[in-house]
T-cell receptor, first 114, second 111 residues
Framework: DSGVTQTPKHLITATGQRVTLRCSPRSGDLSVYWYQQSLDQGLQFLIQ???????AKGNILERFSAQQFPDLHSELNLSSLELGDSALYFC?????????????FGPGTRLTVL | TQLLEQSPQFLSIQEGENLTVYCNSS?????LQWYRQEPGEGPVLLVTVVTGGEVKKLKRLTFQFGDARKDSSLHITAAQTGDTGLYLC???????????FGAGTTVTVRA
């Protein structure tokens, strides 16, 4: 158990809909990262928040947005969903943005868009 | 194009055999991590290496970071069926907050 929690575990929805994925980092970790994992793309970095502020952006679509709240939990919002958005979405957290950048991953949310 | 290239993509061996997975790049990394992931679950951190030439051992797993900090390898001695999984390398470059992941190596250890 990494200490990172994600809800829900599974999500099935239809094209055009909007969903919210939730993540709670390990106790004391200030950084939260979101990743998308699909069969053909591997693990792709989406976005990072550090203590409530956006710090880095990766290959995140404009239809996707995220935020980190004062209690450090984070939400990833996916809107106008398309079939191609079906994937595993992982949240990771780390303690500092120091040299090692060790990240600890949650169990993921499997999103299926029908 | 992946920043980190892993090879081989797939590896199937008999229990008790040894295996090596490679992770290569043309970029220099300030740190490099190895993760193992099982189907439907999140990647689990195995090790972090930060110094060029560094070798770390975790029971039957040996991790090496290249002298120039551009490549790494994972060697498993006397593989067991419990070693089956997707092995991912991931690196951080200086002043870059994100981790760049390799595509992974799927290891299957047959009983």
């Amino acid at each position: 158990d990494s200490g990172v929690t994600q809800t829900p575990k599974h999500l099935i929805t239809a094209t055009g809909q909007r969903v919210t994925l939730r993540c709670s980092p390990r106790s004391g970790d200030l950084s939260v990262y979101w990743y998308q994992q699909s069969l053909d793309q591997g693990l792709q970095f989406l976005i990072q928040y550090y203590n409530g502020e956006e710090r880095a952006k990766g290959n995140i679509l404009e239809r996707f947005s995220a935020q980190q709240f004062p209690d450090l939990h984070s939400e990833l919002n996916l809107s106008s969903l398309e079939l191609g958005d079906s994937a595993l979405y992982f949240c990771a957290s780390s303690g500092t943005s120091g040299r090692t950048n060790e990240q600890f991953f949650g169990p993921g949310t499997r999103l299926t868009v029908l | 194009t992946q920043l980190l290239e892993q090879s081989p993509q797939f590896l199937s061996i008999q229990e008790g055999e040894n295996l090596t997975v490679y992770c290569n790049s043309s970029s220099v990394f300030s740190s490099l991590q190895w993760y193992r992931q099982e189907p439907g679950e999140g990647p689990v951190l195995l090790v972090t290496v930060v110094t060029g030439g560094e070798v770390k051992k975790l029971k039957r797993l040996t991790f090496q970071f290249g002298d120039a900090r551009k490549d790494s390898s994972l060697h498993i001695t006397a593989a067991q069926t419990g070693d089956t999984g997707l092995y991912l390398c991931a690196g951080s470059r200086s002043n870059d907050y994100k981790l760049s992941f390799g595509a992974g190596t799927t290891v299957t250890v047959r009983a």
